[in-house]
């Protein structure tokens, strides 16, 4: 049975394809036209306007979040969904939208992750589902937090042959503290080595280590094939399209709870912050009471923050992958509104009829852990800086970083002794590295610092802390060794060995280790593994502080002798020394790495000298070596290999990594 959303005619169709983003990207609102329905369709569709409900029995939506651990095919199920939920008007609309429909922007078709939570809507036998396709990497955790405060109960999407991974019990467990069902989707069901009954045993042990209720622990099991759009209650008996998932969704997730649908009731919590050309900021919130009208007067409270009175001015509900004005909307719904200025994350909308007299009370602020890892970002003052950025000035960095802060709530932006540098905090080394790459295409120039984990004092004891991550190394049996020694030189504490089940071959490794020693680890890895090892890690927990210093790269760096234009005689020459990062031809200046040097230590090297011409002998005799080609150098492993005295200068097309001179000048005087 093909599964029916709100219907789309040919004539009446989206003027956008692109999905709803609940989180730090910017949105436009489409325009959707009145939708046209025909008598022999199985489905109708119901607008929140006309359904009136009292109870949470009444409300015909299901708000789901659909969790899961990078790279279990969370995205790719969620695009089947839609692709039966005739969103699309027809088969040429569809292939217009690609293959991944919810993963739109650039740097998650490049790096092939979610990085933007992201909502739509589709319709099923008359009831509303609302779907938040949340990121699968630990470093943007924070928008699965702030996903799960307007969701009812949740999809974990699990591997049929890894079962559970780390970021599967970081996700699932924040679920279930807030007493979600869970409905388990053992996806990918069509690979050979697939094996459900082990994944599923595994993922029902994970419930009980995280202590889940007895209900919770009584969870429904669907089989699924995104990649093939099909979905089943046993592994071998799948049905011909997703309508099985969508059924268990209707009995497995209960409706939201609502104790009152009237006005004064209004309570809705901002989870996101969005931004229109024409209608400024915007606030995303889930209803949980009450309701709300168009052009109603309302207010933003926050337990600590100043009341913010003010009127809706447009109003609008999440349908397919677009938005729809609509006039009213009652608890249970995702809206988006207008009409504040000065909308935060964590402000609750309530009514402000009558001066606020019947007003509920702010609801409690979203909770989101706190940043580990550190970076500074400020003004590129290398003698090459303010040939290709449009941005460059400290105070279009600063506006920058705190537009991002209003809807990335687990960053953090600080003013530091200098006037021109940023000190900003996330979860990981790729949530801060995605938001420079994001800056870096919008033609900003920046310089960045070495990251850096942060520590924190522990209240009781007084002691020092520093985070500590949770890894797990899938690697074949031969590179095993190489993995332990480098986790052995970064601190780490073995947690468990073995060969791991239903791959031939392959073995597993589970360490503890200091975010510090992480940070530059992965690259590391993939050399030592020739690139075979999977790392997955997660943050587990602050832990006492290790004394001394954590091993980093043990090879120096060629730095560059002078300022000038490289030359192959002069590469030539270099390259005997490691391995290069430039090519002739290009810009270089006194203190820029170069490349990597063989051993331990800098060394500078004249890679600007030219050949010296005589008449007894022309220029290209006796050249008998060839240049080596150069390493190319992607932001993530150029901040990965930086050291603390280190400088990584971005511009819209080039990373270049430099000697600090502020530390050089500093050593140079002691």
């Known amino acids: 049975m093909a599964i029916s959303a709100m219907f789309l005619s040919t004539t009446n169709a989206f003027t956008t394809i692109a999905p709803s983003k609940i989180a730090f990207g910017v949105t436009r609102t489409s325009t959707v036209s009145k939708t046209t329905t025909t008598t022999n369709s199985p489905f109708t569709p119901l607008s929140m306007s006309d359904a009136e409900y009292t109870t949470s029995e009444d409300c015909n939506i299901r708000n789901i979040a659909v969790i899961a651990h990078v790279d279990h095919g969370k995205t790719t199920l969620v695009d089947a969904l839609i692709r039966q939920s005739a969103v699309f008007r027809d088969t040429q609309q569809a292939d217009e ?70 970021q599967t019990r970081f996700v699932l467990e924040k679920a279930l503290r807030r007493g979600m069902k869970a409905l388990v989707v053992v ?63 209707m009995t497995a997730i209960d409706p939201p709870k609502i104790d009152s649908v009237e006005s004064d009731a209004l309570q809705a919590m901002v989870a996101n912050i969005d931004y229109d050309a024409f209608k400024g900021k915007m606030g995303v919130a889930r209803i949980t009471n009450g309701s709300v009208k168009n052009g109603q007067a309302v207010a933003l409270c926050h337990p600590v923050n100043k009341k913010k009175v003010g009127r809706i001015t447009n109003l609008f509900t999440f349908d397919n992958l677009g938005q729809k004005e609509v006039e009213k909307a009652a608890a249970g719904e995702i809206i988006m509104f207008s009409g504040f200025p000065d909308i935060e994350i964590g402000d609750t909308l309530v009514t402000n009829e009558n001066g606020g007299a019947n007003a509920a009370e702010p609801m409690e602020p979203i909770a989101v852990e706190q940043p580990t890892v550190r970076m500074t970002l400020g003004v590129n003052k290398s003698p090459l800086a303010g040939r290709e950025g449009k941005f460059l000035t400290s105070r279009m960095i600063r506006d920058r970083l705190y537009k991002e802060t209003d809807r990335n709530v687990a960053l953090n932006v600080e003013e530091t002794e200098s006037a021109d540098r940023y000190m900003v905090s996330g979860r990981g080394q790729l949530h801060l590295t995605v938001l420079i790459e994001t800056m870096r295409r919008e033609g900003f120039e920046l310089e960045v610092g070495p990251p850096s984990v942060i520590y924190k004092e522990n209240e009781e004891t007084g002691d020092v802390e520093e985070p500590w991550e949770s890894v797990e190394v899938r690697v074949p049996e031969e590179y095993v060794g190489g993995v332990v020694d480098l986790m052995n030189q970064r601190k780490g504490e073995l947690q468990d060995m073995g060969i791991e089940e239903g791959a031939e071959g392959m073995s597993v490794v589970k360490y503890l280790v200091p975010t510090r020693g992480m940070l530059g680890l992965r690259s590391n890895l993939l050399t030592a593994t020739r690139g075979t090892a999977i790392i997955d ?131 140079k005087k002691k």
């Open 537 to 667: 890690s997660v943050f587990d927990s602050y832990r006492l502080k290790i004394k001394g210093e954590i091993q980093g790269r043990d090879k120096g760096s060629l730095l560059a002798f002078a300022d000038g234009t490289c030359t192959s005689f002069g590469l030539e020459g270099a390259q005997d020394r490691g391995k290069l990062f430039i090519s002739p031809g290009e810009d270089v200046y006194k203190g820029m790495i170069v490349g990597i040097h063989q051993r331990p230590g800098d060394l500078e090297v004249n890679i600007c000298k030219a050949k010296a011409l005589t008449n007894m002998r022309s220029a290209n005799k006796g050249i008998t070596v060839g240049l080596t080609s150069a390493i190319e150098n992607s932001l993530d492993t150029c901040v990965e290999y930086i050291a603390a005295d280190e400088l990584l200068e971005v511009t819209p097309t080039k990373f270049r990594m430099a000697k600090n001179p502020e530390m050089q000048t500093k050593r």
């Open 97 to 166: 939208a690609g293959e991944r429909v919810m993963d739109s922007e650039d740097q998650e078709r490049e790096r092939g992750i979610t990085i933007l939570a992201k909502n739509l809507a589709v319709m099923r036998n008359g009831v509303k589902i609302n779907i938040m396709d949340t990121p699968g990497h630990a470093d943007f955790g924070g928008e699965v937090e702030r996903v799960l405060n307007m969701a009812d109960g949740v999809l974990l999407v699990v591997d049929s042959v890894e079962g559970p991974k780390p």
């Open 187 to 249: 996806n990918k069901i069509d690979r050979p080595a697939a094996r459900p009954d082990y994944v599923v045993d595994k993922v029902f042990d994970l419930f009980v280590e995280l202590d889940a209720s007895d209900e919770q622990t009584d969870f429904s099991v669907v089989y699924a094939s995104g990649i093939n759009g099909v979905a089943g209650l046993e592994p071998d008996a799948l049905g011909d399209d997703m309508g099985p998932l969508f059924d268990t969704v």
